[in-house]
């Protein structure tokens, strides 16, 4: 069965530079959820689309936007990394209240 | 503020014992609860639970919900190495405009050896 797809897998970026992660939801799927997770932490909710409109906001920095495209991809855009934004960021998508999620970007700020 | 808890945080058992993992919550607009596994990867789901007292198993997996007290457990037998992971356990409520939203917990970290 297909899963959630994130591209790229990995990232190594510097302070200051900017990145966009992609995130591919399970077809037919038609909510997409953004989560920062620090190591040793438990996903941190940033985001989440419903049919492509802005649906919750949690603790996403100012810095950081998202959007949903009519096909129902969604890319996160980071910008002013900081050190502290070195995380492993999941993408996860749901028909209804399970949320399936992808194999996750690491974003490496240096 | 919606929270969800989990204890213990940290569990060292030698393979076939078996062990039992909690999680309670407190959230606004609860739908349901779930459980995943996560290893060196993404969680994997495991179980989903909106009814209380009833049971849902998968091999050497079960898991039940609790609405009046506002917990879960996570029971693993016969335990394998390959257990060890973090189980993450998360409630969905709705969040705003009806959306959902899921609160995680901090993790069980499950070390099982041999």
């Known amino acids: 069965a297909a899963g959630v797809i994130q591209s790229p897998r990995h990232l190594i970026k510097e302070k200051r530079e900017t990145a966009t992660l992609k995130c591919y939801p399970i077809?037919?799927?038609?909510?997409v959820y953004w989560y920062q997770q620090g190591p040793g932490q438990d996903p941190q909710f940033l985001i989440s689309f419903y049919e492509k409109m802005q649906s919750d906001k949690g603790s996403i920095p100012d810095r950081f936007s998202a959007q949903q495209f009519s096909d129902y991809h969604s890319e996160l855009n980071m910008s002013s990394l900081e050190l502290g934004d070195s995380a492993l960021y999941f993408c996860?998508?749901?028909?209804?209240?399970?949320?399936?999620f992808g194999p996750g970007t690491r974003l490496t700020v240096l | 503020e919606d929270k969800v808890v989990q204890s213990p945080l940290s569990l060292v058992v030698h393979e076939g014992d078996t062990v039992t993992l909690n999680c309670s919550y407190e959230?606004?607009?609860?739908?349901?609860l779930l459980w995943y596994k996560q290893e060196k990867k993404a969680p994997t789901f495991l179980f989903m639970l909106?009814?209380?007292?009833i049971e849902k198993k998968s091999g050497r997996l079960s898991s039940i919900l609790d609405k009046k007290e506002l917990f879960s457990i996570l029971n693993i037998t016969a335990t394998q190495t390959g257990d060890s992971a973090v189980y993450l356990c998360?409630?969905?409520?709705?969040?705003?405009?009806?959306?959902?939203?899921?609160?995680f917990g901090q993790g069980t970290r499950l070390t099982i050896n041999p």
């Open positions: 959230v606004t607009n609860f739908r349901s």
């Open positions: 077809p037919r799927h038609d909510t």
């Open positions: 998360a409630a969905t409520a709705l969040g705003i405009q009806g959306a959902q939203k899921l609160v």
């Open positions: 996860a998508s749901s028909l209804s209240y399970t949320q399936y």
């Open positions: 909106t009814s209380s007292g």
